[in-house]
């Protein structure tokens, strides 16, 4: 079982950065690939970003690529996403998701690869 908790959230302007972070309880963090995600009301659970279980591989949606960096430390259970330019099209509640290792990166693309999944924590980007 793994429990995750983000945090980091808030209201900043266009062009601003916020710094997200995702807290995992458990002693099997390494084990899992960590994904982001974003949803906007109305809309699906969109991917944003994923590290792998060592953290030796990423991937980002087309939209955040050069913008975002996921990373993550193993020895403090914890995942980041650093996001830089933020853009009004970026607001949206933000979940991260743990998938036991071992799937290719265009699965973790897919909400549905995911064995757990935190609450979420609100960005809003204001123009």
């Known amino acids: 079982q793994v429990q995750l908790a983000e945090i980091g959230g808030g209201l900043v302007q266009a062009g601003g950065s916020l710094r997200l972070s995702c807290a995992a309880s458990?002693?099997?963090?390494?084990?899992?690939?960590m994904g982001w995600f974003r949803q906007a009301p109305g809309t699906e659970r969109e991917f944003v970003a994923v590290?792998?279980?060592?953290?030796?591989?990423?991937d980002y949606a087309d939209s955040v690529k050069g913008r975002f960096t996921v990373s993550r430390d193993n020895a403090k259970n914890t995942v980041y996403l650093q996001m830089n330019s933020l853009k009004p099209e970026d607001t949206a509640l933000y979940y991260c998701?743990?998938?036991?290792?071992?799937?290719?990166?265009?699965?973790?693309?897919?909400?549905?690869?995911?064995?757990?999944w935190g609450q979420g924590t609100q960005v809003t980007v204001s123009s």
């Open positions: 590290t792998t279980y060592s953290g030796d591989s990423t």
């Open positions: 458990g002693r099997t963090f390494r084990i899992y690939d």
């Open positions: 998701g743990a998938a036991y290792y071992g799937s290719s990166l265009s699965y973790l693309r897919a909400p549905t690869t995911y064995n757990y």
